[in-house]
């Protein structure tokens, strides 16, 4: 079976340029996940979704952050106008809530972003 | 604000010798806590879990260790192998919501031959 499906895997691009990072996840997981990874951060939550529904957007940083997920098996995030801060791996995770409900995700293998 | 803190960025071991790598957390809310590991250019993948009910988790040549009083946890790899070289990333959560990890900066383990 496929796994979580992410594209652009790298993405240059000029300050102030709009960018959209693109996530398939797992085919039957209600589950989806936004995360970033910084050096000084680890992994940060930016935001998930249950069933297309966005559940929890805390951890957006700010409004030039956005995600959507149209349906069970697409999700975008989208930062409009990118500045060079941006600039970091993002991953995007699905998971199941059905079983045993370890928590466990299942993560792709992400975008690197580089702002210029 | 860090909940789940990784206070070792890097670690070297040698081959056949113990790797313990250390994780706290902020929040005594956490019940469940999770270890992944990620290679370079791949994602980060699930590890070893535990609940709060237990101290202890066993699988394989993983184990982890909960000290739920210091809000402590730690994972032990014996023996290391040269293929366990990875970023290993300590996560937490609520049992009521595991679908909201909170992960740790991670630890770059490297194990030398």
């Known amino acids: 079976d496929a796994g979580v499906i992410q594209s652009p895997r790298h993405e240059v691009t000029e300050m102030g340029q709009e960018v959209t990072l693109r996530c398939k996840p797992i085919?039957?997981?209600?589950?989806l996940f936004w995360y970033r990874q910084t050096m000084m951060r680890g992994l940060e939550l930016l935001i998930y979704f249950n069933n297309n529904v966005p559940i929890d957007d805390s951890g957006m940083p700010e409004d030039r952050f956005s995600a959507k997920m149209p349906n069970a098996s697409f999700s975008t995030l989208k930062i409009q106008p990118s500045e060079p801060r941006d600039s970091a791996v993002y991953f995007c995770a699905s998971s199941t809530n059905s079983g045993s409900n370890t928590g466990e995700l299942f993560f792709g293998e992400g975008s690197r972003l580089t702002v210029l | 604000d860090q909940q789940v803190k990784q206070n070792s960025p890097s670690l070297s071991v040698q081959e056949g010798r113990i790797s313990i790598l250390n994780c706290d957390y902020t929040?005594?809310?956490?019940?469940?806590f999770l270890w992944y590991k990620k290679y370079p250019a791949e994602g980060p993948t699930f590890l070893i879990s535990i609940s709060s009910i237990k101290d202890k988790n066993e699988d394989g040549r993983f184990t982890v260790f909960l000290n739920k009083s210091a809000k402590h946890l730690s994972l032990h790899i014996v023996p290391s192998q040269p293929g366990d070289s990875a970023v290993y990333f300590c996560?937490?959560?609520?049992?009521?919501?595991?679908?909201?990890?909170?992960f740790g900066q991670g630890t770059t383990l490297q194990v030398k031959p």
């Open positions: 996560a937490a959560c609520l049992s009521g919501n595991t679908g909201k990890l909170i």
């Open positions: 929040n005594s809310m956490f019940d469940y």
């Open positions: 085919s039957g997981h209600d589950y």
